[in-house]
C-alpha cells in the first residue's frame, strides 16, 4: 500500500512568490491534513480537508489555503512569501486512528 | 505556558538500555495521544496510538497515559542504535483531530550509543 506522496521534495523561492505544494493520501483515506515545521515552533497545524472541504484551520495568515480534489488529492498554495515561511511542510491523511505523514516539502525562502 | 511540553535532549544512552520519553500537557480537553519518530529528512511515522488513560504495548514500546497528572510517557526496551530518532509526541481531543488538528510538542532527540 502506497504512503503519503508529496511533491516536490525541496524548492526554492524568492520572497514575494507563490508557491504550490501538492499531496496524494493513501488510497482510501479522505481525511487530509496539513502542518508546518520549524525548528522554533516545531510542527503546527494548518489546515485538514475531508471530501474536498475544508473541516478545520489553524492560527495561520490568509496567505495560506489550500484544496482538496475528488480524488482526495490536496494542494497548498503560499502566496506573497516571507523568509519566515521557510519550513518543512508535512502532508497527513488519516482514518481517524492517528495520521500517516508523508516525507514533507522542504521550501527555503531567500 | 505551552500547551504541551517536551525536553529536547539531546538525550544519549548505551545499546540496550531502557529509554524513557516524557510529555507533559495542560489541555484536559485532550483524550487522545501519539507518539511518533522522525528520522532526519523524513516525516514523522506513528509508533503509538492511545486512548484515555492506561497502558499500552506494541513490541519494544510502551506508552502510558496519566490523565489525572496530565503526563504521558513512551518507554523504550532493548535500545537499539537504529531508535536515535527524534520522538515526538502529540494529542488531540477528538479521534480525528479536530478543530486544532494535532498537538505537538517540539521532540526529543534521542542517541543510542552502540
Known amino acids: 500500500k502506497a504512503g503519503v506522496t508529496q511533491t516536490p521534495r525541496y524548492l526554492i523561492k524568492t520572497r514575494g512568490q507563490q508557491v504550490t505544494l501538492s499531496c496524494s493520501p493513501i488510497s482510501g483515506h479522505r481525511s487530509v491534513s496539513w502542518y508546518q515545521q520549524t525548528p522554533g515552533q516545531g510542527l503546527q497545524f494548518l489546515f485538514e480537508y475531508f471530501s474536498e472541504t475544508q473541516r478545520n484551520k489553524g492560527n495561520f495568515p490568509g496567505r495560506f489555503s489550500g484544496r482538496q480534489f475528488s480524488n482526495s488529492r490536496s494542494e497548498m498554495n503560499v502566496s506573497t512569501l516571507e523568509l519566515g515561511d521557510s519550513a518543512l511542510y508535512l502532508c497527513?491523511?488519516?482514518?481517524?486512528?492517528?495520521?500517516?505523514f508523508g516525507s514533507g516539502t522542504r521550501l527555503t525562502v531567500v | 505556558q505551552k500547551e504541551v511540553e517536551q525536553d529536547p535532549g539531546p538525550l544519549s544512552v548505551p545499546e540496550g538500555a531502557i529509554v524513557s520519553l516524557n510529555c507533559t500537557y495542560s489541555n484536559s480537553a485532550f483524550q487522545y495521544f501519539m507518539w511518533y519518530r522522525q528520522y532526519s529528512r523524513k516525516g514523522p511515522e506513528l509508533l503509538m496510538y492511545?486512548?484515555?488513560?492506561g497502558n499500552k504495548e506494541d513490541g519494544r514500546f510502551t506508552a502510558q497515559v496519566d490523565k489525572s497528572s496530565k503526563y504521558i510517557s513512551l518507554f523504550i526496551r532493548d535500545s537499539q542504535p537504529s531508535d536515535s530518532a527524534t520522538y515526538l509526541c502529540a494529542m488531540s481531543a477528538d479521534s480525528g483531530g479536530g478543530a486544532d488538528g494535532l498537538t505537538f510538542g517540539k521532540g526529543t532527540h534521542l542517541i543510542i550509543q552502540p
Open positions: 497527513a491523511s488519516s482514518t481517524g486512528q492517528g495520521y500517516t
Open positions: 492511545t486512548y484515555s488513560s
